[in-house]
């Protein structure tokens, strides 16, 4: 299976995930998709270019590197935000 760019979501599709079942779903297929990615990346297809979509051409591993950093940058604005009600996160 190829993993590819499958484009941002939609205004209206990210507003109506407004239960929390609606979320833990899509955050569930969200994994479930980069993990996927990540399984089948091996040395030889970590190499292979692909364009994101941004329109640049990057390798794959360059793309799922960064999806890893962004995925902690969003959890750091979490933990800062949770400190600031008073709140420790579940790792802490």
């Given amino acids: ?7 941002s979501a939609s205004a209206a599709r990210v507003a109506s995930l407004s239960k929390k079942a609606d979320l833990v779903a899509a955050l569930k297929r969200a994994f479930a998709y980069y993990d996927g990615a990540y399984d089948v990346l091996t040395d030889a297809s970590a190499a292979e270019p692909v364009i994101s979509s941004a329109r640049m051409t990057r390798t794959r591993f360059a793309m799922l ?25 579940a790792v802490q």
């Fill in 1 to 7: 299976m190829r993993y590819t760019s499958r484009g």
């Fill in 65 to 89: 590197n960064w999806n890893l950093w962004h995925t902690w940058e969003h959890y750091g604005n979490v933990v800062v935000y949770l400190r600031m009600k008073g709140l420790v996160s």
